[in-house]
């Protein structure tokens, strides 16, 4: 299941969205500060909507440029033999 996105080092590529097959991160824009006072920029970041849909298939901690996507395998209790 995907776990976190390092956000200060993102570069906005966008390549984790477009390459998640169940549609769990999504791009939305985000406010920075300008070096003028009074202007604000918005840059898209990756915002992780819909953890709970992840499958777990790495491809957005594979093929992120900067590898600031955490994903781990998600394990069930499973019963113990005894």
Not at 4 to 27: F, Q, R
Not at 36 to 44: D, E, P
Not at 46 to 51: A, E, G, S, T
């Amino acid at each position: 299941m995907i776990e976190n996105i390092e956000l200060e080092k993102c570069t906005s590529c966008g390549i984790c969205d477009d390459v998640c097959p169940a549609d769990v991160i999504h791009m939305e824009p985000a406010p920075i500060q300008a070096p003028i006072n009074g202007l604000t920029r918005t840059k898209l970041l990756p915002v992780i909507k819909f953890r709970e849909h992840c499958i777990t298939c790495f491809s957005c901690e594979i093929f992120c440029p900067e590898q600031i996507v955490d994903v781990h395998p998600s394990v069930k209790n499973r019963p113990r033999p005894w």
